[in-house]
Nanobody, 118 residues
Framework: QVQLVESGGGSVQAGGSLKLSCRASGKFFAIRSMAWYRQVPGKQRELVAHVRGIVNTNYTDSVKGRFTITRDNSNNSVYLQMNDLKPEDTAVYYC????????????WGQGTQVTVSS
């Protein structure tokens, strides 16, 4: 059974930093892309950062210059380094990956809470 397990959320004051980690485990043959999304109550889940391959990255405008997504293929992991955090970054952050099992499918982690206080 394929799983995405996240860690690294927590509470921090504005201007602080957090690093989220996500590791894919289980039986799959390849990873096409990995991403981080976030969601606040009452709003749609939004894409924060996406990486395809190692260097092909993109970010939502509100996090450009503050967040960095990196991928480690050696342990099927993706990371999100979040610097200069703002209260509006408060959300549940979800890891996402396109994995090849019998076909290409999209998987989600369980979510990790990030809370930024002013």
């Amino acid at each position: 059974q394929v799983q995405l397990v996240e860690s690294g959320g927590g509470s921090v004051q504005a201007g602080g930093s957090l690093k989220l980690s996500c590791r894919a485990s289980g039986k799959f043959f390849a990873i096409r892309s990995m991403a981080w999304y976030r969601q606040v109550p009452g709003k749609q889940r939004e894409l924060v950062a996406h990486v395809r391959g190692i260097v092909n990255t993109n970010y939502t405008d509100s996090v450009k210059g503050r967040f960095t997504i990196t991928r480690d293929n050696s342990n099927n992991s993706v990371y999100l380094q979040m610097n200069d955090l703002k209260p509006e970054d408060t959300a549940v952050y979800y890891c996402n990956a396109d994995l090849l099992t019998g076909s290409w499918d999209t998987y989600w982690g369980q979510g990790t809470q990030v809370t930024v206080s002013s």
